[in-house]
């Protein structure tokens, strides 16, 4: 089955710097890629995510990009403000009726 | 607000109680999931239903059972509940099958078990 590595797991940055958040996957037939925030006691909320024939994919300072030869993706994040503090799951699924499998979390800290 | 709703939100058990989650979405997705959330390891699948009338197992379903009651209801039952089920649950639901949508998440059921 499809295995999701994540890297780093804790990473802090200055107010205003840019974070970016590794993950490689294992499954060469996986197809989607989302990435989830979890704020403090809360679910993860969905914030971007990236298909198979996509490279790169931008929402205001948020970006995520795909090396499918590679099999590794990264979320970017410009201009880092403190509420972007959370904790940042990569994903990857292929889109049949399987679940998304989970890579195990990124704490970013934004320090103001 | 649509949406994922879990209840309880907080539960303590003792070793050998059992106990069902709830979680009903308000959202008409076909698919729904239970994942648990520990420290360092992510979020583990436990059980999912693609459709109503079917379930299957995740990742972790060992101590757990699942009810897909109807199209909004999905719940996860604990039939002897042991300390290492102590963990964060979260429900999730998804508009089809594949999750190429994204899901919605509940806001989680913190589990104790002592």
């Known amino acids: 089955g499809e295995n999701v590595e994540q890297h780093p797991s804790t990473l802090s940055v200055q107010e205003g710097d840019s974070a970016v958040i590794k993950c490689t996957y294992s499954?060469?037939?996986?197809?989607?890629f989302p990435w989830y925030k979890q704020e403090l006691g809360k679910g993860p909320q969905l914030i971007i995510d990236?298909?198979?024939?996509?490279g790169e994919k931008k929402d205001q300072r948020i970006a995520v990009t795909l090396n499918k030869t590679a099999k590794h993706f990264s979320l970017h994040i410009t201009e880092t403000q403190p509420e972007d503090s959370a904790v940042y799951f990569c994903?990857?699924?292929?889109?049949?009726?399987?679940?998304?499998?989970f890579g195990k979390g990124t704490r970013l800290s934004v320090i103001a | 607000n649509a949406g994922v709703t879990q209840t309880p939100k907080f539960q303590v058990l003792k070793t050998g109680q059992s106990m069902t989650l709830q979680c009903a979405q308000d959202m008409n997705h076909n698919s729904m999931y239970w994942y648990r959330q520990d420290p360092g390891m992510g979020l583990r699948l436990i059980y999912y239903?693609?459709?109503?009338?079917?379930?299957d197992k995740g990742e972790v379903p060992n101590g757990y059972n699942v009810s897909r009651l109807n199209k909004r209801e999905f719940s996860l039952r604990l039939e002897s509940a042991a300390p290492s089920q102590t963990s964060v649950y979260f429900c999730?639901?998804?508009?089809?099958?594949?999750?190429?949508?994204?899901?919605?998440f509940g806001s989680g059921t913190r589990l104790t078990v002592v």
């Open positions: 239903s693609a459709s109503e009338g079917t379930t």
């Open positions: 990236i298909r198979s024939n996509v």
């Open positions: 994903a990857a699924s292929y889109s049949g009726n399987t679940p998304l499998v």
């Open positions: 999730a639901s998804s508009e089809h099958g594949a999750p190429i949508y994204g899901y919605t």
């Open positions: 499954d060469s037939a996986s197809n989607y």
